[in-house]
């Protein structure tokens, strides 16, 4: 005889899914068992799998066992429940279902299951003997710092055979006394390793912890624009691409994805470069108590694939004599003065935006003193690197110049604002340089557009000093702020005292001249002159 699809289906709960039943399925288990005893009697034993509760109702083991699991209040309202079908006069069937209650809550059947490491769960190590070679050794698991697998570590115990052998039950009594002494099974090693890796914060939070700590160092203090490169980078690329993995998990083939996502954005490989050397050190930056990194790195760039720097490819366009020279009758006399300026000294834009006609111009306007730089309006009292403190010598035409262009003032900025404040270098690039060298027919080779940035200025420069004159290294180097390390020479430039030797250097800057040509008037312009007046001068 075959039984139907609900009593196969019925014997095939296991008794662990019914420990999970709640009191309604256990009275419509308890239904269906008696409706299948009444169709199949002859399968059924009643002296050896029924079980009468107090209120005469009959019940499976396994369904007694769930009520005795239930909750008191739960078993009477189930044993009342089941009464009540029992005792039903009429004798006819009534549908469990229909008793349900809305209060009746329902319990998940799958129970939840422990994840995650734990000491407590562990029963200790004896360690796994085995022969290698011509020893015996011994290998146990072992966690490690910033790494959720456990490795196989493994030690010695003695000779095969020889001298220093030992028996069976004395190698199995070093083999544990070699895995005690590792520490492996000791709280303390289980709470520097695993505990950290499970408390491990994400690469976003610390990442802010390792921009709070640079910005607002003691120890050579960040300058304003690198701490907006950082914002900048971890805001609009890391954060947003790696922010909710944990710290220990960014590593090469977790920032592969991301230097492929960067380079098929069109990020050039420098931007690339000096966004993945943040990654680096916000990974770095996570520290113990005796200042050593958590999680060591060795980064591989084959690795991830990064794009190649090369700096040939790189845009870093020059300006030639000729451009200089038609930028050196640019109409408007302030800019041109500016033009004029960077060409002959190689200063950077921020410094000469910075200067200070009272205290960083000699006298005879042959020297500038470079202490302080302008930066998106604002000065700040501070210059990008130690060899930018420095001394920048004047030819006596471009001194001429200067003193003609500063006129009467005797305070102030030298290129400032009708507000007094230093001038934009955006406004700069974006109303004068960039139309004035469209006029020129100048062509960036590495963009072929019309526009270069402010450093053209220092590379035209550092070619001509270089290239056509026969000035001392020493002397060109620190007038364009060369590092003394940055190049080869060692202590023979460590020594170099240049920098107290004003008249070599005036001595020199008028030796090699400025390499363009200027205007053969240069008209004077009143400050309180109009507009109109200073183009008609022009």
Not at 33 to 40: E, I, V
């Amino acid at each position: 005889m075959r039984r139907s699809a609900t009593t196969v289906a019925l014997h095939a709960v296991t008794k662990d899914a019914l420990l999970h039943w709640t009191p309604t399925a256990t009275m419509l288990s308890s239904f269906l068992l008696q409706q299948s005893n009444q169709r199949f009697p002859r399968r059924r034993n009643p002296s050896d799998n029924r079980l009468t509760t107090l209120s005469g109702v009959v019940h499976s083991p396994v369904l007694a066992m769930t009520m005795k699991l239930s909750n008191p209040e739960e078993q009477q309202v189930t044993m009342a429940r089941s009464d009540a079908r029992a005792t039903d006069a009429a004798g006819t069937s009534v549908d469990p279902l229909s008793v349900l209650q809305p209060q009746d809550k329902l319990v998940a059947a799958t129970p939840v299951r422990r994840t995650g490491k734990s000491m407590s769960r562990r029963t200790g190590q004896n360690g796994h003997l085995e022969r290698k070679g011509k020893y015996w050794v011994v290998r146990w698991w072992e966690d490690v710092l910033g790494q959720n697998e456990r490795i196989h570590r493994s030690a010695k115990i003695c000779p095969v055979s020889g001298p220093g052998n030992l028996t069976k039950s004395e190698r199995e009594r070093r083999a544990r006394e070699i895995v005690r002494e590792s520490g492996a099974d000791t709280e303390e090693h289980f709470n520097q390793a695993v505990k950290h890796l499970q408390m491990c914060v994400t690469f976003s939070e610390q990442a802010e912890l390792w921009y709070s700590a640079e910005t607002n160092r003691i120890r050579k203090p960040v300058a304003a624009a690198t701490r907006d490169f950082w914002r900048g980078s971890l805001d609009n690329w890391l954060i947003p691409h790696l922010g909710t993995l944990p710290v220990s998990e960014v590593n090469n083939s977790t920032v592969k994805p991301l230097v492929r996502v960067m380079a098929e954005s069109g990020l050039k490989p420098k931007t690339i470069k000096s966004y993945i050397g943040i990654v680096k050190q916000v990974v770095a930056s996570v520290v113990n108590k005796d200042g050593e990194q958590v999680y060591p790195r060795k980064w591989s760039s084959k690795f991830m694939d990064m794009p190649v720097v090369e700096k040939k490819k790189q845009n870093k366009p020059a300006f030639t004599s000729t451009v200089m020279t038609g930028l050196a009758k640019y109409r408007y006399p302030k800019m041109r003065m500016l033009f004029i300026l960077c060409g002959a000294s190689g200063l950077r834009i921020g410094e000469a935006l910075g200067i200070d006609i009272a205290r960083h111009i000699s006298p005879d306007f042959r020297t500038i003193r470079v202490r302080r730089k302008a930066r998106k309006g604002k000065i700040e009292e501070r210059v990008k690197t130690d060899a930018s403190d420095r001394k920048v010598d004047l030819d006596p035409r471009i001194a001429d110049l200067l003193k003609v262009f500063v006129g009467d003032r005797k305070t102030g900025l030298l290129f400032e604002s009708e507000n007094g404040t230093p001038l934009l270098e955006t406004n700069i690039l974006r109303r004068h340089l960039h139309p004035a060298l469209h006029q020129l027919g100048f062509v960036n080779e590495f963009t072929g557009s019309h526009k270069a940035g402010t450093h053209a200025f220092r590379r035209f420069r550092n070619t001509y000093l270089r290239s056509r004159t026969g000035c001392p290294e020493a002397v060109r180097d620190y007038w364009l702020a060369w590092s003394s390390d940055s190049d080869e020479g060692g202590m023979s430039k460590h020594y170099d005292a240049i920098d107290a030797d004003d008249a070599t250097r005036l001595e020199w800057a008028e030796k090699c001249g400025i390499g363009f040509e200027l205007p053969s008037v240069v008209p004077h312009v009143p400050q309180n002159g109009t507009f109109d007046d200073v183009t008609k001068a022009a």
